[in-house]
């Protein structure tokens, strides 16, 4: 069964990812998993790194690996603000694990200096679920 299309935005820092018409979002925010369908109710709320789905037609998802950002819905539109999206099918499991690890080790040495401990552990949480995204490659 078809869904009614609404205008969803994803922007990162450095551009634009992804502009058009859906029939859902699904993603992740700091209170569990979401969906968005058109003209849900005004919301606002903060992202964790997760897949991030965009069901362009019943049988056609795009699926992104999403860093943690925002989410604003209103006016039967979505905008996702984000740190990082990066399509799931170009994410490279090396560079992802060595990503990984430098962050570990980062969190490590972070001692008590606690804005260098959330940031190592920021980004472990990303660099974890977007290894977990790109499989064993």
Sequence with gaps: MA???FPVEVLTPEGEVFNGE?????????????????R?????ATLEPTEL???????HILRFAQAEGYLQV?????????????????LDA???????RIAEQELEQ???DTER?????????RWQQFLNLAGPG
Excluded: F, W
């Design 40 to 44: 849900h109710a005004p919301l606002l």
């Design 74 to 90: 209103g006016s039967n539109h979505a905008m996702l603000l984000v740190e990082e999206a990066r399509p799931v099918e170009e």
């Design 94 to 100: 090396r560079d992802l694990r060595e990503r990984l």
């Design 22 to 38: 859906v029939e859902m979002v699904s993603t992740r925010t700091t209170l569990g998993q979401i969906g968005i369908l058109a």
């Design 117 to 125: 401990r959330r940031v190592a552990e920021r980004d472990r949480r």
């Design 3 to 5: 869904h009614a299309k």
């Design 53 to 59: 789905r965009l069901y362009t037609s019943e049988d």
């Design 110 to 112: 972070a001692g008590e």
